[in-house]
């Protein structure tokens, strides 16, 4: 199959006017200047899918219902109570309306944090190539954190695994969590640095966090020495293969063990807007040379989770930064960080035929045309497979 249009932004190389892209099966193998043969899409830009590094379907049915009144400790623990009271299909719901708004956006591929794994046989098919990655939680639990990573490697659909967070996964979770998903070449992920509560509990075992986790009974030995950065490189788990989401409370030591490490991180926009955060790290990161990438994190914390959004949220964060900066971090930033640089998120021969067709809509940019698309995608290809027109 050969596809004409008017722009074929390959990402990783120059765009091209009046372009064209020949998918054989699931692959890419041509991309060029168009000769007239072909599907013509228009007056549009062919890009490749977009990669959602860090996402919660399980929380789409509860935007609006988790306000943030200040302490990100008292957010999560309303969360958690929230979630004792939603049913099965309270939650399937949720989860195929975030399905459908994340297609209708032009994400092909999307890393979600699964805190209800056994509902995924029950979820119909789609497209979206979605990575279940198992969120794990051992404290106050009476399971060894064996057993935790044992029913995860053994639950039907599951392709990654998630220690939540160093406050409420142990470090030998991480090391057995860690072990096992390179063992299997599939995505680790966790929750890392997010806030500063966190921080306090960790390097000064102070602030409100520290407070409510000593109350209830966690053991607190851990803190009072160093941060969460410096904990999970003592765990030995911060690699390449170590996706940490938000990464927002950090020191410059810090910074150059994520680099140091090769640990990507994985910045969500709207949800730092959300809990009314300073300006983001995600600029000097990149500059120390760690690789960053974009999430949309859940609707719970969230306005939308459209990568468009997110990348539209950025803009705003860092006006000075062009749409050709922004568009990696949606694209061949998060392939790398997921391990599949040069096959997702960009459009060269041997990627795979994730596509989407995004409508020039007067712009005459096609990276400003992508990165502020208004409307839903008029075409999208996945695994070489049209799935919307």
């Given at each position: ?19 064209a892209?020949?998918?054989e ?86 890393v ?14 789609t ?10 939680i ?13 029913a ?122 959300f ?47 062009s ?21 997702l ?30 409307q ?14």
């Open positions: 199959m050969i596809l004409r249009a008017k722009w074929v932004l390959p990402v990783s190389a120059p765009p091209i006017e009046n372009g892209v020949t998918v099966g699931d692959s890419i193998v041509a991309v060029g200047p168009a000769t007239g043969e072909g599907r013509d899409l228009g007056e549009v830009v062919l890009a490749p899918g977009l990669i959602n590094a860090h996402c919660h379907f399980d929380y789409s049915h509860l935007q609006g219902k988790v306000p943030f009144h200040g302490s990100f400790a008292d957010w999560l623990m309303l969360l958690v109570e929230l979630k004792k009271q939603q049913t099965e299909a309270d939650y399937l719901a949720g989860i195929q309306a975030g399905i459908e708004q994340a297609l209708a956006a032009g994400t092909t591929t999307v979600n944090i699964a805190s209800v794994p056994n509902l995924i046989p029950q979820l119909p098919a497209p979206l190539k979605i990575i279940w990655c198992e969120e794990l051992d404290l106050f639990r009476e399971e060894p954190a064996e057993k935790l990573v044992e995860a490697l053994q639950r039907p659909g599951i392709g990654g695994l998630s220690p939540h967070a160093p406050y409420t996964a142990s470090p030998e979770l991480y090391r057995l969590a860690a072990r096992h998903a390179r063992g299997r070449h599939w995505v680790f992920t966790t929750h890392l640095a997010e806030s500063e509560e966190e921080d306090d509990m960790f390097r000064r075992g102070t602030g409100h966090m520290y407070d409510s986790f000593r109350r209830a009974g966690r053991d607190m030995a851990d803190c009072k020495r160093v941060g969460p950065v410096q904990l999970l490189r003592e765990c030995e788990v911060l690699t390449p293969e170590c996706l940490v989401a938000h990464a927002n409370c950090l020191t410059e030591l810090d910074m150059m063990l994520l680099q140091a490490t090769g640990t990507p991180v994985a910045h969500c926009p709207q949800t730092h807007r809990f009314r955060r300073g300006m983001p790290l995600i600029e000097r990161l990149q500059h120390a040379g760690v690789n960053v990438c974009l999430g949309s994190d859940s609707l719970a914390s969230g306005e939308s989770l459209s990568m468009f959004a997110q990348m539209q949220e950025l803009s705003r964060e860092f006006p000075r930064w749409a050709e900066q922004i568009l990696p971090l949606a694209t061949t930033n998060a392939a790398k960080a997921l391990q599949r640089a040069g096959k998120g960009e459009i060269s021969v041997g990627a795979v035929a994730d596509l989407i067709a995004v409508p020039l809509a007067g712009n005459f940019d096609p990276y400003e045309a992508v990165v502020f698309a208004e839903p995608v008029s075409f999208m290809m996945i695994n070489g497979n049209v799935v919307r027109e």
